[in-house]
């Protein structure tokens, strides 16, 4: 498959070709990472400058309208570049589920900020011993009258280090891993009662385990319909798929190009290690994976962005075969750069890393593998 982008796309894709060429080469985001924040603020404020943080969302709510494909365009860049500001955590998942679930006060409030690259979001709904089960929630909320009270623990909530604002699965009804009784609250990070304890994850990002202890919200801050939650978990954990298989292509794709450069370059033996017959065998076995996991990146996003049935299992499908590919990719080039590769100079050992964080957000391809075959 391959897509053919409207004016409009492809004028996103090269014009954010040209900031991330020009301003966040492989040297500045190892800069960026060494930070004490992780971050850096002035990206983020040029990605929202460019309209980055609002061209996925629909123009009903004050973006710019592009949608799942948007996303992809933004999602596959940033894995080329290896760009850790939050693009997933506050666009994708929380402005996601604001936009599909949120009152239209809600929006009101929470979406210009967001867009405007003023406000952060995180998404915690991970729990210790969990797994990959979005319904399997022991962190309680309960009825006040005027709001709720919220005591629970999340584990390594990716991006809340940096996170003006969290949005917290608990239930408020049933038992630990009933499907019903999930509900979303909105918690503001320097609420009394939240606590955080941050660490850097492997790929360079900042993650963090939260304690909430009594903590006080106002009705307000419930996200969508009470005990309903777990239906839009759903639904933005696909969303979220669809966008790390796109950051996937892309790492995969500088992982290639970059194998193959260093073929041509370095020699053994007194001539380039591409002459020999059986690395080229190898680098055209990761060609063809790469080109196998575009196609299906292209076709799920595709199936979002027309809001086509199946989508939740495709979505896994695609999870388990791209997650498999890209492990492959990503281990091959390590191998053909000899020792260089797990080097932290190259930039080959970082595609490799971000890949696997990759392949455990929100479920491995074993995981994927499994929830496919249960829904076929």
Sequence with gaps: ??????????????????????????????????????????????????GLLAAPFSETVGGLGGGAVATMIVMQEFGRNLVVEPFLETIVLAGGLIEDVGTDAQREEYLPPIMAGESIWALAWTEGHSRYDLNNVGTRAISTGEGYVLNGAKAAVIGAPWADKLIVSARTSGKQRDREGISLFVVDRQSAGVHLQSFKTIDGRRAAEILLKDVHVASGALLGAKDEGLVALEACRDRAIAALCAEATGAMTELNASTLEY????????????????????????????????????????????????????????KSKIGNAA???????????GGMGMSDELNVGHYFKRISSINIQFGDPTYHLMRYARAS
């Design 263 to 318: 073929s041509k370059t370095r020699k053994q033996f007194g001539v380039p290690l591409g002459t020999f017959q059986v690395l080229q065998h190898r680098m055209v076995d990761m060609f063809i994976a790469l080109e196998e996991a575009t196609s299906l990146m292209q076709h799920l996003n595709l199936t979002f962005a027309g809001n086509e049935p199946h989508r939740s299992k495709l979505a896994s499908g695609a």
């Design 1 to 50: 498959m391959d897509i053919q982008l409207t004016e409009e796309q492809e004028l996103l894709r090269s014009s954010l070709q040209r900031l991330l060429r020009a301003q966040y080469d492989f040297e500045t985001r190892r800069k960026i990472v060494a930070t004490e924040e992780g971050w850096s603020r002035a990206h983020w404020n040029s990605f929202a400058e460019m």
């Design 327 to 337: 492990k492959f990719i990503g281990e091959q080039a390590i191998q053909l750069h």
